[in-house]
């Protein structure tokens, strides 16, 4: 068995447990294979929305905390929760520390380098644009209705043998109102981390992994386990990574490499 990668940090977010599209076993195989100092879980790991409606609790979304405690156990990683939107039952807990290895947060600020990241899981953008708050609740019905629909059409392309497409990607990507409210997005959460005196933010919320420079700042945004299954990573050096889980490589490798994990990567600049 080849040795598994060792990282400084690495940042997950919206897994979005308990629903029927979280990919649950995908990303506790992902973390399996690798070890890090930091795992920061930024938000909407937990569905509490779905789970107080129509969702159900599942022996893999079990899986996947018996993983990250394991990398406690045996890597001494230590774990930042920081609540989404999505499993704002935390509020009623938060903040909480057990021992030196586990918290939860609201938002936290990492150093990597000479450099600060402010980080948070996003839906603060929502009180901060009042007028876009429509969008997350009618987001949440839209998305989980294009789920099923995405489910049902892939389900056809696996028959014929074509690759996942993601419909709400694509949808994401063409609605004029879903376009602004991203870019309104990534803007505002940049000017947030200007604010606390930050280098850049690192995110999630919206569903698009992204690194990039807005106005001077880095903008990273870890994407999601339901759709885009990407992670942020850092090495010891100071390079952010974003990197994809390439399913059907998995299923044919014997035993995963980095390369055969994701079907692609992409990096930052060594921001150090």
Not at 12 to 22: E, N
Not at 154 to 159: F, K, Q, T
Not at 188 to 210: F, M, V, W, Y
Not at 239 to 252: G, I, R
Request: proline fraction near 1%; include cysteine; hydrophobic fraction near 35%.
């Amino acid at each position: 068995m080849k040795s598994k990668i060792h990282f400084r940090t690495i940042v997950i977010s919206d897994l979005h447990l308990g629903t029927k599209g979280s990919k649950a076993k995908e990303v506790t195989n992902f973390l399996k294979q690798y070890k890090c100092r930091k795992l920061i879980l930024n938000g909407d790991i937990i569905d509490g929305w779905q789970l107080r409606k129509y969702g159900a609790w599942k022996k893999k979304h079990t899986a996947f905390f018996k993983t990250v405690l394991k990398m406690m156990d045996d890597y001494d990683t230590k774990v930042i929760y920081l609540r989404g939107n999505h499993d704002d039952f935390l509020d009623r807990i938060r903040p909480l520390r057990l021992g030196k290895q586990f918290q939860i947060r609201k938002d936290y600020i990492l150093k990597s380098g000479s450099k600060r990241f402010y980080i948070t899981h996003g839906d603060v953008f929502d009180s901060i644009t009042t007028n876009l708050k429509w969008l997350a609740y009618l987001g949440d019905m839209g998305y989980t209705f294009l789920l099923w629909v995405n489910k049902l059409y892939n389900h056809y392309r696996s028959w014929q043998g074509l690759p996942y497409y993601s419909l709400s990607q694509v949808i994401k990507q063409r609605v004029k109102a879903a376009v602004s409210y991203i870019s309104d997005f990534e803007e505002k959460l940049t000017e947030l981390a200007r604010s606390q005196n930050c280098d850049g933010i690192i995110c999630g919320h919206i569903h698009q992994p992204a690194i990039r420079q807005i106005d001077g700042l880095i903008y990273m945004n870890s994407g999601d386990w339901v759709e885009s299954l990407s992670a942020l990573v850092e090495d010891h050096d100071g390079n952010w990574s974003l990197m994809f889980y390439n399913e059907q490589e998995v299923k044919s490798a014997s035993e995963p490499t980095i390369s055969e994990f994701f079907g692609r990567k992409e990096r930052l600049a060594k921001v150090s």
